[in-house]
């Protein structure tokens, strides 16, 4: 470690590392006179006792009978807030008398007598019912709601949440399919809200929490929720929290604090103690040249800097009992990505310590795994960690290089560097996968500005054929609409294969074209085409004697770029999709 560079510490990084906000289950309710503003003592049946400090109350309208008469409507229902918050509806009227704002989508504060901590925090989630809306409001309104708490002094609030209602039944009404997971949308907003950064928790200390603001976030259940057992729901929430922190810690961490030797260390560290997670590391350079010649070409200029040397981190779940499905993963970990010698310039390279989403999310999903320890499925990844530097011995275009699969790769832009240290690790599970049970192939990446051009801040599935005729891209699209993180579908078409088509003898494929993706058309797509090629799964589509399913996921656009902090999706979806069905 050069002395030039900041020092965190180890030690107290570690206890950083580890601190964050989880979900408690609110056991007992204040009765009314019995609070006292910051230390309300609620002591259920099983003894538990809870120190919180404010109830945020989450709902998709708030009808009194003043605007519905306004409106010329009747309310949705004569009771909109079940028992045990019904004296949120009186608390709210009086508010409203003042002020107007009451119940659109400005948080509302209020003193309340039957609320803890005397804190009652109103959040609406706006409409619902619209073709277009979607459960992300839920998370949108938690996420108001934490911000604001915070701003009132509360450090631990307890959320409830107040259905979709319709004037129609449940099973009439087909909107009511979207909310599904309401509870789990808002808590994890809630969540998502209240994190910090690792950088800003590792620059505090255990005196002060490590600057987290919101302690602990209770749940307090509603008959309407519908959830059969509220003790699951928040345990299966705090595993996914859990994987969303080292995600985000991982993904938002600069080039230095996350270069590809210590972000490897933070991953393995992280999952050092995970029940029947196996974290392996490959930091021999040599044997990166000879088993991912692609990934080692990428790595070239950054390796007269010892900290920034490449690393492939491999991380396997095996279930204990019968396995039906293997998932495959391949994560891009570019630790940051300066272009190379196709130079990212004016301003462009700023963010692009972001890049290693792909890969962060992947070991965010095993911290959930081994939290959940799901049956039936096995998970095993392979990471690039690695650094896309420039240098006198930077890789550049024209270069033809040999991949793993011994296809000849004509380099094009050396800022296309996600899908060269990805094309030999997705090569290597080709070669693995058909002596596994059931295999889906993912590489999963920040990987085009297309993508965000095309989708906004939406993830995008490709599926080859065989993944197609199992319908990943549908799992996932279905998954991801009801929990929050949703996909947009995306089709590998001709054009793509044409796109990086070999041009003359010397080569057998075309790695990228000379222009940014964004001025590109199908600047996402084609991509995925090099990936089929390059890889060697072209020769397992659904006209071959062995079809291998593969789907390539370009988060680019659903990561999210600063200023915002990072999402850590698609890992709430990929969970939904392929964990929670196992448990
Ligand atoms: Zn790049």
């Known amino acids: 470690m050069s002395l030039l ?24 309710f204040p009765t009314a006179g019995a609070t006292a503003a910051g230390a309300t003592a609620a002591t259920g049946a099983t003894g538990a006792t809870a120190d919180y400090d404010a109830l945020i109350v989450i709902s998709p309208n708030y009808p009194s009978a003043a605007a519905a008469a306004a409106a010329g409507t009747t309310p949705a229902t004569s009771a909109p807030f079940p028992a045990p918050v019904e004296f949120v509806k009186a608390d709210l009227d009086a508010a409203r008398v003042i002020d107007a704002a009451v119940g659109s989508t400005e948080v509302t504060v209020v003193a309340s007598e039957k609320a803890f901590g005397k804190r009652l925090l109103f959040a609406s989630t706006g409409p619902l019912s619209r073709d277009y809306d979607d459960v992300r409001r839920y998370a949108d309104a938690a996420d108001r709601a934490i911000k604001r708490a915070v701003k009132a002094g509360a450090r631990r609030p307890a959320i409830t ?96 604090r996350a270069a590809p030797p210590l972000a490897t260390e933070h991953i393995c560290g992280s999952l050092k103690s995970a029940a029947n997670v196996k974290c392996t590391v490959i930091a021999d350079q040599s044997v990166l040249a000879k088993e991912y010649p692609l990934l080692t070409a990428v790595g070239r200029a950054s390796q007269c800097v010892e900290r920034h040397r490449p690393r492939v981190i491999e991380l396997e779940y095996v279930p204990a009992g019968e396995i039906k499905e293997t998932l495959l993963l391949v994560g891009k970990g570019i630790t940051y990505d300066t272009g190379g010698a196709d130079l990212k310039v004016g301003g462009a390279m700023a963010g692009m310590h972001r890049d290693k989403c792909g890969a962060a999310a992947i070991a965010g999903l095993f911290r959930t795994i081994s939290l959940l320890q799901p049956k039936g499925v096995a998970v095993i990844a392979k990471l690039a960690m690695v650094r896309n530097s420039i240098g006198a011995d930077a890789y550049v275009s024209d270069e033809i290089i040999r991949a793993r699969s011994g296809a000849r790769v004509r380099i094009g832009n050396t800022d296309a560097e996600g899908r060269m240290v990805m094309a030999d690790l997705l090569c290597h599970m080709k070669e693995i996968a058909p002596s596994h049970t059931n295999p889906f192939l993912f590489t999963i990446a920040t990987l085009t500005g297309h993508a965000y051009r095309a989708y906004g801040p939406y993830a995008a599935v490709m599926d080859n054929g065989p993944a197609n005729r199992a319908n990943v891209h549908g799992r996932l699209f279905d998954a991801g609409n009801v929990w929050g993180d949703p996909f947009e579908v995306s089709t590998l078409r001709r054009e793509d294969f044409d796109f990086v088509a070999p041009k003359n003898a010397a080569e057998d494929v075309v790695q990228a074209n000379t222009q940014p993706s964004v001025n590109t058309p199908r600047g996402h797509q084609y991509p995925g085409a090099f990936l089929v090629v390059a890889s060697g799964l072209d020769k397992h589509g659904l006209d071959s004697t062995q079809p291998i399913a593969y789907s390539h996921l370009d988060i680019a656009g659903a990561a999210a770029m600063p200023p915002l902090l990072p999402t850590a999706s698609p890992l709430v979806t990929l969970a939904a999709a392929f964990i929670a069905p196992r448990l």
């Open 161 to 256: 949440v107040v259905p979709y209602q319709s004037t129609k039944s449940v099973t009439d009404d087909a909107t009511h399919d979207r909310y599904t997971q309401h509870v789990e949308v808002a808590l994890l907003g809630a969540l998502a809200a209240s994190y910090v950064p690792l950088e800003a928790r590792e620059s505090e200390n255990e005196a002060n929490n490590f600057g987290l603001k919101v302690l602990e976030l209770g749940w307090l259940p509603l008959e309407a929720n519908r959830v059969a057992d509220p003790q699951r729901l928040v345990s299966y929430v705090n595993a996914v929290e859990a994987g969303r922190i080292l995600a985000r810690d991982i993904g938002g961490s600069d080039p230095e």
């Open 5 to 28: 560079l900041p020092t965190f510490s180890a030690e107290r990084g570690l206890a950083a590392v580890a601190k964050h906000t989880l979900v408690t289950l609110v056991k007992a």
